[in-house]
Structure formats: C-alpha cells, structure tokens
C-alpha cells in the first residue's frame, strides 16, 4: 500500500494561498501572492531533493491549471523536466483532456486504487488536501516566518490531530516539519 505526502508552503498563520508568484491566486483580493519566494533559498531543494521517489503526483484542478500554464515554459529550471516526467493525476469534474504531458483527470474515487500500487505526493491544491484527510499519511509543511492575516488556510475547519516526526529550520527561517495524522 502507497502512501500519499503533502507538501504545502504555509505561513504561520496557516495561510496556503499564492506562495510563489504576486499573480499567482488573486481570488477573493488576495494581494500577498509570492510571500514564501523571499525565504525559499534552499527550503524546497531541501524537501523534494531528499531522495524520496513518488509514483505520482494529485493535483486539484486549479494548481493543475497554474502548474501546466508555468513550469512546461522554464527551460533553465532544474524541476522543469522532473515534472513533465512526473505522472500527474488532477482530480476534478470539469477538466478535460488536460495538455501537460503525463496528466490524467481521475476523481476523488481513484484515489485508493492509486495509493494501492505507488506513494503520492500532493502539492498546494488546498481544496483537494481538505477533501481527502483520510487518505493523507503524511504532510510536509514549509512553514514560514511570517503571518498574512488573510488567505485561504491549508486545513480549513478541519480538526485533526497530528504527530510530528521530523523538523528542521533553513537558514531563512523556514521551518520545514514533517507531521503525521495521530492514530
């Protein structure tokens, strides 16, 4: 049986929304978009460079849709062909025929079945993360030293407890926690 992973930038008020780019996630007048890109030194080379292999990576529909409009088109980027490769599974109900290579539109249904033969990894895709608690082992958090105040919040109303297993801070003052669900 596979695992799933989360891997979310956070601030440390929980806010998930428009880590890298400012036009990144306007929704609702968010106007912090690219507040983890000024302490993203070597935080997420650090947790995607740790050697870990996914057979697949979830995607809700509008990360799917930022993610394929931005890394097919960043040649000098070292994760451009990591995820191209990549098999990605988006999980909607409206997307079809979706253009990035290796992309597959499943629903949250095909999820176990997924998780039956490889680990996931899921990346942002907030709405999706709140839509599947049961099915995530472990969640990876940037979390970053500071607050927004607004913005969409990673888990929500959701009340869960976790356990962590690992810590480590970056010499930006990127806390990057690895926390399981509590039995």
Same mark, same amino acid.
């Given at each position: 049986m596979g695992e799933t992973t989360v891997v979310c930038s956070v601030s440390l008020d929980g806010v998930m929304q428009a880590p890298g780019r400012p036009d990144e996630d306007p929704r609702d007048g968010f106007r912090y978009g690219g507040w983890a890109t000024p302490y993203s030194q070597d935080a997420m080379g650090r947790v995607l460079g740790r050697g870990r292999r996914f057979g697949g990576m979830l995607l809700g529909r509008r990360t799917?849709?930022?993610? /394929?409009?931005?890394?097919?088109?960043?040649?000098?980027?070292?994760?451009?062909? /990591?995820?191209?490769? $990549? $098999? +990605?599974?988006? %999980?909607?109900? !409206?997307l079809t025929n979706p253009a990035? /290579?290796?992309?597959? %539109?499943? !629903?949250?249904?095909?999820?176990? +079945?997924? +998780? !039956?033969d490889q680990d996931l990894i899921v990346l942002g895709s907030g709405a999706l %993360?709140?839509?599947?608690?049961?099915?995530?082992? #472990?969640?990876?958090?940037?979390? #970053?030293?500071?607050?927004?105040?607004s913005g969409h919040h990673l888990f929500g109303n959701h009340h869960q407890p976790l356990v962590l297993e690992n810590s480590e801070t970056t010499t930006t003052g990127v806390l990057i926690s690895t926390y399981r669900p509590a039995a």
């Amino acid at each position: 049986m596979g695992e799933t992973t989360v891997v979310c930038s956070v601030s440390l008020d929980g806010v998930m929304q428009a880590p890298g780019r400012p036009d990144e996630d306007p929704r609702d007048g968010f106007r912090y978009g690219g507040w983890a890109t000024p302490y993203s030194q070597d935080a997420m080379g650090r947790v995607l460079g740790r050697g870990r292999r996914f057979g697949g990576m979830l995607l809700g529909r509008r990360t799917y849709h930022d993610f /394929a409009g931005f890394w097919p088109n960043q040649p000098d980027n070292p994760y451009t062909e /990591a995820l191209n490769n $990549q $098999q +990605k599974y988006v %999980v909607s109900s !409206t997307l079809t025929n979706p253009a990035w /290579a290796n992309s597959h %539109v499943i !629903t949250l249904d095909d999820i176990p +079945k997924l +998780k !039956t033969d490889q680990d996931l990894i899921v990346l942002g895709s907030g709405a999706l %993360v709140r839509s599947i608690p049961d099915l995530i082992d #472990h969640y990876i958090l940037l979390i #970053h030293p500071l607050t927004l105040g607004s913005g969409h919040h990673l888990f929500g109303n959701h009340h869960q407890p976790l356990v962590l297993e690992n810590s480590e801070t970056t010499t930006t003052g990127v806390l990057i926690s690895t926390y399981r669900p509590a039995a």
